[in-house]
Nanobody, 125 residues
């Protein structure tokens, strides 16, 4: 199965933007439904966004709808999360995840069987 590595996290002021990337290696990336989740200290892992294998279907968590955009490039084996209008409540570790079953699209973490190590996003007020 693929291995996933996230990048692009950092510190940003409220109202700013960040773009997270997740690079896949070691497997057939295009077979995977991909998702982004986040987890803040003391909270459960939260669904952020998911995208199907062909980049034609996306779903978003209610808290990020209209502000975040997920996309993928199967030729480059990457999935990205463009985040705008960031708020302090967006502060969390963000995780890239893959579902090798390939059926679109799980919104719960148990649907995903491959995870990256996470990248921290901190939004200051």
């Amino acid at each position: 199965q693929v291995q996933l590595v996230e990048s692009g996290g950092g510190l940003v002021q409220a109202g700013g933007s960040l773009r997270l990337s997740c690079a896949a290696s070691g497997g057939t990336f295009s077979n995977y439904v991909m998702g982004w989740f986040r987890q803040a200290p003391g909270k459960e892992r939260e669904f952020v966004a998911t995208i199907n294998r062909t980049n034609s279907t996306t779903y978003y968590g209610d808290s990020v709808k209209g502000r975040f955009t997920i996309s993928r490039d199967n030729a480059r084996n990457t999935v990205s999360l463009q985040m705008s209008s960031l708020q302090p409540e967006d502060t969390a570790a963000y995780y890239c995840a893959g579902d090798r079953r390939g059926k679109c699209c799980g919104t719960h973490s148990r649907a995903y069987n491959t995870w990256g190590q996470g990248t921290q996003v901190t939004v200051s007020s």
